[in-house]
């Protein structure tokens, strides 16, 4: 009873790997989003905003994104909330993005030289403008390779919402294996897929990596 | 009035007592010099007076701020003040003429064209009118320290601090950053420098600081470097070849 693979099949996963991406867009934007407002946090004069934010980074670093995933969409019904699969698995995942972006950001924004702080201020430069005029860009420098090298982990972290019904790349392998039971050819076929979106975003962190670290070693010698 | 005058100052960093009662006193247009060994307090005494440390009592007051009021309004302080430091503190993402503009860009909310004159105009009294464009790393040290005090005078600060600013360069370059502070010296600002440089110290102070296990334990005219009267600071500048 076994049917053969299928263009259908095919186009099946494509249109998987099309909300793989997509689930993966809503996850690095609403977790970047996030992950500015925790790493800002992580470092703001207030005790009490560097207490929240250490915790949330605590506590989202300490529970699987399976488990995160559970919660959102079987949690939140619970609640007296409906959410859809897209929802739960965005609102999860961006939960959890947003607190390793926010560790990651935290470090960059910390590893500019204390002196650059220093002399910003003595140019009665205010808060705000010392942060996105003076230590930010300089941040972002720092941060673009490890967080180009985190978004791999992110699209391969989507493949857990097939848990809550959402139908991403992982899923569609699944859903056409139960019908076809081919499982060492479907799955050779996503694993192929994810390593598509991967690998050029794996290609891209190092040679980011290498050209930050030229521009490292010159503003090293700079200061 | 004095331009800046500390009175009694103390501040410790942990059990280490740093400043033990510092006093001394510079008018408008005076040239003063820090001088001491490592760890008499000098670099400390001077990043007390842009608030950059807070002190733990006594009092000091800068072109009319009282630096040691908790309620001071820093900003307002750091648009008199200019300060300098050994390591430039460019900002390596920035053009030198951009390093210079941005302050009076967000600050003194300046137009881009005035700022630009500025720029060149500070660049111009620091020698270094071709480097505008130029990236900090593309400069050499003694360059960089222009810049940095091109980008201090872009403010047209009341008054200027120079901690060390020499001491990471070679006798060259410092020539350099010395005519450059010397020229302002002699166009009147009134300026407080931490420097090692005696020679340099007996040209263009009109006062000089000795400090000593974070007292002032000798002050006076450029004669205290030819005829010191305490043993500490003779012996202090026996070392000086």
Known sequence: ?????????????????????????????????????????????????RLISGLYVQLIQGTPLLVIMFLGYFGLPALGYNVTPLTAAGASLTIYVSAYLGEIWRGCLEAVPKAQWEAAECLALSKTQRMFKVIMPQAIRLATPPTVGFSVQIVKNTSLASVVGFVELARAGQLINNSIFEPFLIYVIVAVIYFCLCFPLSVFSQRLEKTMARYGARTADAA | MSMISLNNVTKSFGAVQVLKGVTFALEKGEVGVLIGASGSGKSTALRCIDRLET?????????????????????????????????????????????????????????????????????????????????????????????????????????????????????????????????????????????????????????????????????????????????ELQDFLSHDL
């Open chain 1, 1 to 49: 009873m076994n049917t053969l693979l299928n263009i259908n099949h095919l186009l099946f996963l494509l249109e998987g790997t099309w909300w793989t991406v997509v689930l993966t867009a809503v996850a690095f934007i609403g977790g970047g989003v996030g992950g500015l407002a925790i790493a800002l946090a992580r470092i703001a004069p207030a005790d009490w905003m």
């Open chain 2, 55 to 231: 002190i733990d009592g006594g009092q000091i007051e800068v072109a009319g701020h009282r630096v040691d009021d908790p309620k001071l309004d820093l900003r307002k302080l750091r648009l008199d003040v200019g300060i300098v430091f050994q390591s430039y503190n460019l900002f390596p993402h920035l053009t030198v003429g951009e390093n210079i503009m941005l302050a009076p860009c967000s600050v003194k909310k300046v137009g881009k064209a005035q700022a630009r004159e500025l720029a060149a105009d500070a660049l111009n009294r620091v020698g270094l009118a071709d480097k505008v464009d130029s990236y900090p790393e593309q400069l050499s040290g003694g360059q960089q320290q222009r810049a940095a005090i091109a980008r201090s005078l872009a403010m047209e600060p009341k008054v200027m601090l120079f901690d060390e600013v020499t001491s990471a360069l070679d006798p060259k370059l410092t020539g350099e950053v010395l005519r450059v502070i010397e020229k302002l010296a002699v166009s009147g600002m009134t300026m407080i420098m931490v420097t090692h440089e005696m020679n340099f110290a007996r040209k263009v102070a009109n006062k000089v600081v000795f400090m000593h296990q974070g007292l002032v334990h000798e002050q006076g005219g450029t004669n205290i470097l030819s005829k010191p009267e305490t043993p």
